[in-house]
């Protein structure tokens, strides 16, 4: 069973920092691109940023470049999200899924700017 679980989310005030970490199991994870999502309040479900298999970085979203950084980890089956500068835009509740987000989605984890 495909699975996602992520964790980290934290309420932190603008300009701190986080990482945040998605488990994945019932795949092989190293074989997909895979991506982190966010959904603001009110809107909808967008894309962050794409890492693919080999490790390299792309499609990263322009209101977060130079911010926020992904890596994986192929031996732990992790996801990792790391976010600094982080400003009151950035609240919202953070998701990982492959590159086409065609896996079920896990409960996400929350991430509140606020001061």
């Known amino acids: 069973q495909r699975k996602f679980v992520e964790s980290g989310g934290a309420l932190v005030q603008p300009g701190g920092s986080l990482r945040l970490s998605c488990s994945a199991s019932?795949?092989?994870?190293?074989?997909?691109?895979l991506s982190w999502y966010r959904q603001l309040p009110g809107k909808e479900r967008e894309s962050v940023a794409t890492?693919?298999?080999?490790?390299?970085?792309?499609n990263v979203a322009d209101s977060v470049k130079g911010r926020f950084t992904i890596s994986r980890d192929d031996v732990q089956n992790i996801l990792y999200l790391q976010m600094n500068n982080l400003k009151p835009e950035d609240t919202a509740k953070y998701y990982c899924?492959?590159?086409?987000?065609?896996?079920?989605w896990g409960q996400g984890t929350q991430v509140t700017v606020s001061s």
């Open positions: 899924n492959t590159k086409f987000a065609n896996f079920n």
């Open positions: 019932g795949f092989t994870f190293g074989h997909l691109a």
């Open positions: 890492i693919t298999r080999t490790g390299d970085t792309i």
